[in-house]
């Protein structure tokens, strides 16, 4: 057994290299992942393939949660990728209240630390009205659903957010499982950010390829 391994390793170690170097760097440096569901619309569709930089925060010992150094803190308006211990999945969301920030809604009405975010109405559809949102230095598109739709996370808080900790929404914010409903995220659960689509297919009209949305860049 001993000699066939050897023999094996001699003949195959270029490839077994290779194969371990792709999956450490999947681990440990960048990714992509898939988005399923509307929760981020209209920033990221259902089939939507995003680049993940895992190297945006933190540099981690591959296949652990270990940092062995900071690289950056996570801002306000950053799409990041969550592994939620609390959802007990992984969620794609966008970063809202920083630690120590107090965050407040009334009717989808955002303020954090006493500012009200300004907003402008983009488009009004069948799926609701579709806003971009001012919020200090950022700026984003999110969806609010019609009048008639869900009005349970329409309003929350004040609340402060914790140390090492921050808050979260979806940008369809009528249908968002985020820092509403699984509380704040621990920083050391946020896996990287996202600032690009690599490429999507749409579900509804047989996985055809998305063509405008090849390599497009997120806000």
Known sequence: MKRYLLAFWRENRKFLLILVSIVCFKSAIADLNSISGRSMQPTLLDGDKVWVNKLAYDMKIPFTDISLFTTGEPGRGDIVIIDSSAAGKRLVKRIIGLPGDTVYMRNNVLMVNDAIADYEVVTEGRDGVTIIEHLF?????????????????????????????????????????????????????????????????????????????FLAELE
Not at 177 to 206: M, N, W
């Open 137 to 213: 230095e950022s700026s984003y598109q999110a969806l609010l659903s019609p009048a008639r739709g869900n009005r349970s996370t329409r309003s929350y808080g004040p609340a402060q957010v914790p140390d090492g900790h921050f808050f979260v929404l979806g940008d369809n914010r009528d249908n968002s499982a985020d820092s509403r409903l699984y509380s704040f995220i621990p920083r050391e659960q946020i896996v990287g950010r996202s600032s690009s689509v690599v490429f999507s297919l749409d579900s509804e009209h047989s996985f055809r390829p998305r063509s405008g949305r």
